[in-house]
């Protein structure tokens, strides 16, 4: 991070990862000191596959991160059909178009 934090115009850091559901022991308070002293705005998406990841130890260091003042985010695969059993994966901009059609229907 001090790499970074010596990086005058980068101001925001994304992590990606699934440390938090497979190994949430490593969000400790010297990880998150770290990414805080960096300066910069850091962002930590949680990548889980299924609910039952979101253990208590995992929930718990999703807040140590939130506790710290560090933004989490969740990306989400857009699924098309879904609700028939079908899993079939879109991207681009017509995906939200096929979301938004699909709640549609599943409201009539």
Not at 83 to 95: E, Q, T, V
């Amino acid at each position: 991070m001090r790499r970074l934090a010596a990086i005058d115009h980068v101001k925001i850091v994304r992590f990606h990862t699934r440390v938090r559901v497979v190994e949430p022991e490593r969000i400790d308070e010297i990880l998150v000191a770290a990414l805080k002293a960096s300066g910069k705005v850091i962002y930590v998406a949680l990548h889980a596959n299924h609910p039952r990841e979101l253990t208590a130890a995992a929930l718990a260091a999703c807040a140590r991160l939130v506790d710290a003042g560090i933004a989490m985010i969740s990306p989400s695969v857009l699924l098309h059909a879904r609700h028939l059993g079908h899993g079939k994966a879109m991207i681009g901009p017509g995906a939200i178009r096929q979301v938004e059609k699909a709640a549609m229907w599943s409201q009539t």
